[in-house]
């Protein structure tokens, strides 16, 4: 019976903590959300101003803590502001349901993430964005929006590492097709490989580099060959289980439309 009385005290003093938190955040004039708890995590952009995000705007962040956090992303400079990375260590403040997101791409670049929480539970909060980019201290890109980020438990970093060969692609082609077998290394790097006239397979060495990074289930890939712009390839993997993979992406017809696109994966042994 004691023993019961103990557990029953510490469940109404750690009750009367978390609500006491809360509470303080509401008198001080902020929401009484409990963002600094509720947002610890891996969340992934799912939407922006109510309309589903194509995968090459998508991003991942990482909340560790309330001042630390890993932020995965890939964007164009045609997409407002160059960015590269996967895991970017980020410091985090919170004020009430104010968070803001820093980090610095490189020694020039700094992206600062300005959210004001509106809703948050266990699998999405919904939020007041604004990012602004600079360069050397010069503002470079803005962009305001409504934010909704979804929670995610699976991580496929480390089970994508092999060699897989393609098996189907259905929907759109975009610069992958069906005639390909990609390694992924622990490096960050990949080696890309396609079958020849005698049907045996040979990498492709003419490029610069092969980058991809994977976050939660977030897939991005880049290469160059010579003398070429810079190419990148976005995916979200479906699935990864035994020796299969399957990949899904939401793409954006220049004229605004969207079309789906999936390749399925089977490892080689």
Known sequence: MKRILMVLAATVICGACLFTSCKKDEETGNSDLCVAEKIIGKWVTAEVDGQTLPTNKKMVITFVSATKAYV?????????????????????????????VTSHTDEHTTSMEEYTVTAINDNEFTADQKVTVTVDGTVVHTRE???????????????????WECQELTGIETYNDANARLEFLADGTYRYYRKDDSGQWEAVTTREFQDYFVDGTLLATRWKTPGEDEL????????????EMRWTALRQNPDGTTAHQSMRWTKVN
Not at 79 to 99: F, P, Y
Not at 149 to 163: F, N, P
Not at 235 to 242: C, F, G, K, N, Y
């Open 72 to 100: 995965s992303a890939s964007f164009n400079a045609h997409q407002g502001a160059e960015l590269w990375g996967g895991r970017m260590e980020a410091s985090v403040t919170i004020d009430g349901n104010k968070v803001t």
């Open 145 to 163: 929006g409504k934010m909704r980020y979804v929670k995610q438990t699976a991580d496929y970093s480390a089970a994508i590492l092999g060699l």
């Open 232 to 243: 990148r390839e976005w995916w979200e993997i479906a699935s990864l289980a035994a020796n």
